[in-house]
């Protein structure tokens, strides 16, 4: 597991530790949301292929490459499934698009730090402010 992926679990179940009933959903779904929205937004664009497949799942990961999706279509999946999410659940976000490990090694110009490793260290400076 990479550093800023423990770091960002770390500060999670510090936060979680804190927050109890209706309120740690919330707080769940802003955390997600957030990730998600700074990993969708930084995947390079050539067909939108690999940006569109970025997919929230509640519960367990999704193994399927979905065909290329509208932004309206991705947020309404993504928002729908969402809306599952219990206490404590935990929820993936992956891609499985078969080439999406090369863009979050870098190999891409447009976005050559990718995209996960970078998000989850972002929100969780963020929340350490």
């Known amino acids: 597991m990479s550093t800023n992926v423990k770091r960002f679990v770390n500060f999670m ?3 979680a530790e804190e927050i109890r009933g209706p309120k740690l959903v919330t707080f769940q779904k802003k955390i997600v ?3 998600l929205g700074r990993i969708v937004s930084k995947t390079p664009v050539d067909t939108g292929l690999a940006r569109s497949n970025w997919q929230l799942n509640v519960g367990n990961p999704g193994y399927t ?6 932004e ?3 947020t309404s999946d993504n928002i729908s499934e969402l809306a599952k999410m219990q206490p404590f659940q935990t929820s993936y976000i ?4 078969e080439y999406i490990s090369y863009l979050e090694d870098g ?5 050559p730090n990718g995209m996960v490793a970078i998000s989850l260290a ?5 929340r350490e402010e």
């Open 94 to 97: 992956n891609n499985n698009v």
């Open 107 to 111: 190999s891409s110009d447009k976005a």
């Open 13 to 15: 179940r510090a936060e």
């Open 33 to 35: 949301l957030d990730v």
């Open 72 to 74: 309206e279509e991705q």
């Open 65 to 70: 490459e979905l065909p290329l999706r509208s």
């Open 122 to 126: 972002e929100v969780s400076n963020t």
